[in-house]
């Protein structure tokens, strides 16, 4: 019986990979809080961890044929402009630290949950290859 790693492993890797370049956008706009028209960004985890599954399936993911992609690429994620949820100070920028801060210690904990469902895997197929 073969077994795909890919298969085995992808959507954790590729839930990793989300949330190390989802790490970046967020560390960005929080370098960016005084830069006058920033625009706040941010990544839609769901939509991007589905794109990659649907990828690693073999499918792309398109509604109609006739549309086109869009918004920026980071990664291979979708990039969107995060919005602001406070009002605007006068120069343009929607960067809010405590939600910049807030969102990037929740993706850093996820990515920490990511790695240890990937080591136990690991640890599982280990054991499973030992006859344990």
């Known amino acids: 019986m073969s077994l795909s790693l890919d298969k085995y492993f ?3 890797e590729q839930s990793m990979r989300i949330r190390q370049d989802r ?3 967020l560390a960005n706009n929080l370098a960016n809080a005084n830069t006058p028209g920033f625009k706040a960004r941010d990544v839609d985890f769901k939509a ?14 398109q ?4 549309h086109m ?8 994620q979708r990039v969107q402009f995060r919005t602001p949820s406070q009002p605007d100070t006068g120069d343009g920028n ?17 990515y920490n949950a990511s790695v240890q469902f990937l080591t136990g895997g690991i640890t599982g197929m280990l054991s499973a290859i030992k006859g344990e």
């Open 10 to 12: 992808g959507v954790y």
């Open 23 to 25: 790490a970046e956008i």
């Open 48 to 61: 991007a961890l589905a794109d990659a599954e649907s990828q690693l399936a073999g499918k792309m993911r």
């Open 63 to 66: 509604t109609s044929a006739n």
């Open 69 to 76: 992609p869009g918004g920026e690429s980071m990664g291979g």
């Open 94 to 110: 929607t960067v809010d630290t405590e939600v910049e801060k807030m969102a990037y210690m929740e993706n850093a904990y996820r």
